[in-house]
């Protein structure tokens, strides 16, 4: 079965720039979002089709796939981005989740 | 705005039968997947499966003999069936909506609150 793999953890200065990598085999050639999830709110999705941005959802996020590896970029990151973030792709008629990272702002 | 609210019970013995239903508000289901999601504890998310606007529906494999979602067009309401749970089946559950017609570029862009379900004796 295909998988997604994500670093668990990733921490950040405010005001700096903050990338969570996501990685699977020949992810390049898929389409990859990422969700945002915070304790207690519905989740968000922040940026579908590896690099477009929903309406709403601030400039400082982007996203880029190619090869195996697929990078949220939050540039000048805020307290209120801390968060889990989760990359998804479709494979084979299932969507496949990676495993989670937890964004600190510190 | 659209909104997805979810409801069921929180609570289940191990054998029983988890329902968990979902009502979108300020928006339409029509053109959309009804899709679950669940996230077990200190764990990633799963994918159960979805339900598209004409009811037929597409399952992950690992839970398809025990799954049934459902549509209720008139009500813009989707549900979650889950037969014979256990102490695995624990977890945070989610819907959301995809549209159908982004042929699976975009990911789910609303979703539910989630759902705690715990499965214990």
């Known amino acids: 079965s295909y998988e997604l793999t994500q670093p668990p953890s990733v921490s950040v200065s405010p005001g700096q720039t903050a990338s969570i990598t996501c990685s699977g085999d020949g992810l390049g050639h898929k389409y990859v979002s990422w969700s945002q999830f915070k304790p207690g709110q519905s989740p968000v999705l922040v940026i579908h089709r590896d690099d477009q941005r929903p309406s709403g959802i601030p400039e400082r996020f982007s996203g880029s796939n190619s090869g195996n590896t697929a990078t949220l970029t939050i540039s000048g990151t805020q307290a209120m981005d801390e968060a889990d973030y989760y990359c998804q792709a479709w494979d084979t008629s299932i969507w496949v989740f990676g495993g989670g990272t937890k964004l600190t702002v510190l | 705005q659209v909104q997805l609210q979810q409801w069921g019970a929180g609570l289940l013995k191990p054998s029983e039968t988890l329902s968990l239903t979902c009502a979108v508000s300020g928006g339409s289901l029509s053109g959309y997947y009804g899709t679950w999601i669940r996230q077990p504890p200190g764990k990633g998310l799963e994918w159960i499966g979805e339900i598209n606007q004409s009811g037929s529906t597409t399952y992950n494999p690992s839970l398809r003999s025990r799954v049934t979602i459902s549509l209720d067009s008139s009500k813009k309401q989707f549900s979650l069936t889950l037969r014979s749970v256990t102490a695995a089946d624990t977890a945070v559950y989610y819907c959301?909506?995809?549209?159908?017609?982004?042929?699976?570029?975009?990911?789910?862009?609303?979703w539910g609150q989630g759902t705690t379900v715990t499965v214990s004796s």
């Open positions: 959301a909506r995809e549209d159908s017609s982004s042929s699976r570029l975009d990911g789910m862009d609303v």
